[in-house]
């Protein structure tokens, strides 16, 4: 590799050519990256969605005048996210086709609010695909390309 990037392009320093990014897939972070890479490199569009919601701390911190004691009083609460209920990790556009993704790494199984969001994209003519390996989703991804064609 740094043999074919050095003879096509002399005048890059060592030190400034793009090392290649390996992808793995042990972790839901890593496939997911992995998987929003391969929808981009097939010209497609892809993004992660954030369905968790986020955290409101309401406490607040005061000095006790008396004994000089520091105290927190309130609680921090959850707020859920606006997104819909049971939605995919990706959502990508590729070859004019809606994809939903949804990553499982380990035992990690899916809800029943993902269940019905997946029945309901395949009602609409999406394709839902449940990733447990990046291999494992390739596989499924060209399987119901296949089916389509």
């Known amino acids: 590799m740094h043999e074919f990037t050095y003879r096509d392009r002399p005048l890059i320093p060592v030190y400034a050519r793009n090392k290649p990014k390996r992808f793995q897939d042990r972790t839901a972070n890593e496939l997911t990256q992995a998987i929003i890479q391969f929808f981009r490199l097939q010209g497609g569009?892809?993004?992660?969605?954030?369905?968790?919601?986020?955290?409101?701390?309401?406490?607040?911190t005061y000095t006790d005048?008396?004994?000089?004691?520091?105290?927190?009083?309130?609680?921090?609460?959850?707020?859920?996210?606006?997104?819909?209920?049971?939605?995919?990790?990706?959502?990508?556009?590729?070859?004019?086709?809606?994809v939903k993704v949804e990553v499982k790494i380990g035992n990690d199984r899916q809800s029943d609010a993902q269940k019905q969001y997946q029945k309901r994209i395949?009602?609409?003519?999406?394709?839902?695909?449940?990733?447990?390996?990046?291999?494992?989703?390739?596989?499924?991804?060209?399987?119901?390309?296949?089916?389509?064609m």
């Open 65 to 98: 005048p008396i004994t000089g004691a520091r105290r927190s009083i309130g609680s921090v609460e959850w707020v859920r996210g606006t997104s819909t209920e049971g939605t995919a990790d990706i959502s990508a556009t590729v070859f004019g086709l809606s």
């Open 45 to 60: 569009i892809a993004e992660r969605i954030n369905s968790m919601g986020r955290q409101v701390d309401n406490t607040k």
């Open 122 to 148: 395949e009602q609409a003519g999406g394709i839902y695909i449940i990733a447990r390996s990046f291999d494992g989703f390739l596989h499924e991804f060209f399987r119901a390309i296949d089916q389509l």
